[in-house]
């Protein structure tokens, strides 16, 4: 497989307590794991993407401005190539090829919130590290086509995310 990069942006309110090299590891085998479980003339196919660790009031911006859903979520995933499904009732904000970088093999961009990623930590009691983790592996995987419209697709969804992230975790 030939060079994947992976560029992530840290809101610089988080910047002291997140790596990105961690990061890109996650999304890395998350990419790797998820392109596998596809069909193998797949792996070539994507060699970039994006991945900002933002704040509740730009996710809700996003939630609202490209899901017409006007709330804080965890996680967007947005590519060219799998749009999401539109919830609102204003018109939908467009985003065309131009909203992309003009680049063969971009998958697309992943925003998260780190403050949500934390509060769904505590709701579920595991480590800030773990949710972190989760929520980027599935950024990484809705960006490759994966959805979890039905129980089986969230099956194998959730194994991915878990056999990415296993040996990435101290907890």
């Known amino acids: 497989m030939e060079t994947i990069i992976i560029d992530v942006n840290i809101f610089e309110e988080f910047s002291n307590d997140l790596s990105e090299v961690w990061i890109e590891k996650i999304a890395l085998n998350s990419l790797r794991l998820g392109l596998l479980s596809l069909n193998s003339e797949f792996i070539l196919e994507y060699h970039s993407l994006g991945i900002t660790i933002a704040d509740d009031i730009t996710i809700q911006g996003l939630n609202n401005d490209y899901r017409g859903l006007n709330e804080i979520t965890d996680v967007l995933a947005f590519s060219e190539n799998y749009p999401g499904e539109y919830y609102g009732e204003s018109e939908k904000t467009i985003s065309t090829a131009e909203s992309f970088p003009n680049e063969t093999g971009y998958a697309g961009e992943i925003v998260l ?30 960006l490759i086509g994966y959805d979890h419209t039905n129980d089986n697709e969230l099956k194998i969804m959730e ?4 056999d990415s992230i296993k040996h990435l975790l101290d907890t």
């Open 113 to 142: 919130s780190y403050p949500q990623c934390k509060r769904q930590a505590e709701e579920n009691k595991i480590s800030i590290n773990k949710e972190l983790a989760t929520l980027v592996s599935h950024g990484v995987l809705h």
């Open 159 to 162: 194994q991915i995310q878990i």
